[in-house]
């Protein structure tokens, strides 16, 4: 497991500590590995999910730090969905 996959899990945990998803969602870090965010918790894992959102570590480290808003960034393309959109956009929510 990569450093930065601990520590952008650790990220989102934190992030999620007043939400819940009743759907999951997998985030794809392009050759780093993935993340399950499920219930009100985040675990390194490769199961399916109900949506699944791509991303390069640097454009996740951005929104992570605050400097990029993730629905900016999928607007651009640095994010991609495929799935449920309305569990995508709640991830988005957990940034701003």
């Known amino acids: 497991m990569s450093d930065f996959l601990a520590l952008a899990k650790d990220a989102l945990v934190t992030r999620l500590t007043n939400e819940t998803f009743e759907k999951s969602v997998s985030l794809r870090i392009k050759d780093i590995g993935n993340i399950l965010i499920s219930g009100s918790d985040a675990q390194i ?7 699944a959102i791509f991303s390069s570590q640097d454009t996740l480290t951005q929104i992570l730090e605050g ?14 969905v495929k799935g449920d959109a309305a569990t995508a956009m709640k991830f988005g929510n957990l940034f701003g």
Not at 45 to 51: E, I, K, L, P
Not at 67 to 80: H, I, R, S
């Open 45 to 51: 894992s490769d199961a399916q999910a109900d949506c």
């Open 67 to 80: 400097t990029l808003n993730p629905m900016k960034a999928v607007m651009f393309g640095k994010l991609k």
